[in-house]
Nanobody, 115 residues
């Protein structure tokens, strides 16, 4: 069973940066696209960034384009989300998974951006 573990969240002031990590135990990400999602209480989970594991092609939500960068590390079997120029509206719990949520959800990592 694949276990997803997200880390790297925290409290940061507006304009600051954070780098999130998503690691998997139990299998490799090879062959999967991976997505960073975020969720605010009372709202649906939304996709913010995606990456093809094989090609490295990326896709971003308009709300984060130009500020967030998704990347992957083959050797570490890890997906990253570099978040720059953070805004209070980026505050959420961030999760990773495949586009069709094929793995069990991890606990996520809380990102809080203060104004």
């Amino acid at each position: 069973q694949v276990q997803l573990v997200e880390s790297g969240g925290g409290l940061v002031q507006a304009g600051g940066s954070l780098r999130l990590s998503c690691a998997a135990s139990g299998r490799t990400f090879r062959g999967y696209a991976m997505v960073w999602f975020r969720q605010v209480p009372g709202k649906e989970r939304e996709s913010v960034a995606a990456i093809s594991w094989s090609t490295g092609n990326t896709n971003y939500a308009d709300s984060v384009k130009g500020r967030f960068t998704i990347s992957r590390d083959y050797a570490m079997n890890t997906v990253y989300l570099q978040m720059n120029s953070l805004k209070p509206e980026d505050t959420a719990v961030y999760y990773c998974n495949t586009p069709r949520s094929e793995f069990s959800w991890g606990q996520g990592t809380q990102v809080t951006v203060s104004s």
